[in-house]
C-alpha cells in the first residue's frame, strides 16, 4: 500500500489475502496467534507484529473500498491488543509476558537483554501502545532503567537491534 501502487495490489489481491488469512487461521480464542500451526506457544513480540500486519492489511483493504473484509482484520487485530493486554501483562510487575505456552508464560528477568527486554518494546515500535501514550512511555522507561548503556552498545548481545533505535526515535 506504501507503493501507491492499487493495480498491483488488486491483481495480487487473491494471493496477499491468501497470506492475510494465516494469521486469521492461527488465532486463538484469547486474541493472541500462536506461532505455527499445531504449536501451543504465543510470542509477544510476534504477536505484536501480527497486530501491526493485521492493522495495516485492514487499511489497505479500506483504501481499497472492501470494507466488509477490512474489518474483519481489524477486528482480528483488536482481538490481538486485547490478548496481550488481558493474557500477557502482568500489572503488579507492569510488563509483559514474552511468553505463553503450554507451561506457563514468562515474565522478563531484570537485565535480559533478548527476549525479554526487547519484547516489550516491540509494543511501541509495533504501534500495540502509541508512542506517546503512558503505557508506551512506562515500557520505554522501565527498558532505560534495565538497559541504561544500550545506546553505547552494552547490552550483552551482539546483535545491533536498529528496532531499538527507531523505537527510541519514535
Aim: aromatic fraction near 12%; hydrophobic fraction near 35%.
Amino acid at each position: 500500500d506504501k507503493t501507491g501502487d492499487e493495480g498491483y495490489l488488486r491483481d495480487n489481491m487473491a494471493n496477499l489475502q491468501r497470506v492475510a488469512s494465516v494469521l486469521l487461521n492461527l488465532q486463538d480464542s484469547d486474541g493472541l496467534i500462536f506461532v505455527k500451526p499445531n504449536s501451543k506457544t504465543k510470542y509477544l513480540m510476534d504477536n505484536a507484529e501480527n497486530y501491526l500486519g493485521l492493522m495495516r492489511w485492514a487499511e489497505t483493504l479500506n483504501k481499497l473500498g472492501e470494507k466488509d473484509e477490512a474489518k474483519i482484520f481489524y477486528d482480528a487485530a483488536l482481538k490481538v491488543k486485547e490478548g496481550i493486554n488481558t493474557r500477557l501483562y502482568n500489572p503488579k510487575e507492569g510488563c509483559y509476558a514474552w511468553v505463553l505456552s503450554w507451561y506457563g508464560k514468562r515474565y522478563p528477568r531484570n537485565g535480559v537483554w533478548d527476549p525479554d527486554g526487547v519484547s516489550q518494546v516491540s509494543l511501541i515500535l509495533n504501534r500495540v501502545f502509541e508512542p506517546s501514550s503512558t503505557d508506551a512511555r512506562s515500557i520505554w522507561e522501565r527498558f532505560n532503567e534495565h538497559f541504561p548503556r544500550w545506546p553505547h552498545g552494552e547490552k550483552n548481545d551482539v546483535f545491533p537491534w536498529v528496532n531499538i533505535a527507531f523505537t527510541a526515535g519514535l
